[in-house]
Nanobody
Framework: QVQLVESGGGLVQAGGSLRLSCVAS????????MGWFRQAPGKERSFVAG????????YYADSVKGRFTISRVNAKNTVYLQMNSLKPEDTAVYYC???????????????????WGQGTQVTVSS
């Protein structure tokens, strides 16, 4: 089992920044790719960013490319999402997730992530 705990969400004005953290426990964190997803009210959960096990490959949804940065510190069992130039349309609950062991990494494939955190709310006011 893997437990994931997100933090860092909150209320911010448009143009502001937030940094989300996701701390993992229960497995060898450094062996797994990780991802961030988000879900706005009435919408499906969608891919935001992904990172491979070593941190040297990152992937982004087009809507956040150039504004968000995903990173990880394996020694701290933590993955981060730095969010800059936030827009009202970024408002959502943000989830981190662990990618399925042994599967080829397809970052945006939601069904291939098998552990999820409880989510953290991000609200961007205009």
């Amino acid at each position: 089992q893997v437990q994931l705990v997100e933090s860092g969400g909150g209320l911010v004005q448009a143009g502001g920044s937030l940094r989300l953290s996701c701390v993992a426990s229960g497995r060898t964190f450094s062996s797994y790719a990780m991802g961030w997803f988000r879900q706005a009210p009435g919408k499906e959960r969608s891919f935001v960013a992904g990172i491979n096990w070593s941190g040297d490959s990152t992937y982004y949804a087009d809507s956040v490319k150039g504004r968000f940065t995903i990173s990880r510190v394996n020694a701290k069992n933590t993955v981060y999402l730095q969010m800059n130039s936030l827009k009202p349309e970024d408002t959502a609950v943000y989830y981190c997730a662990v990618y399925r062991s042994g599967a080829y990494y397809l970052p945006s494939s939601r069904n291939l992530y098998n552990y999820w955190g409880q989510g953290t709310q991000v609200t961007v006011s205009s």
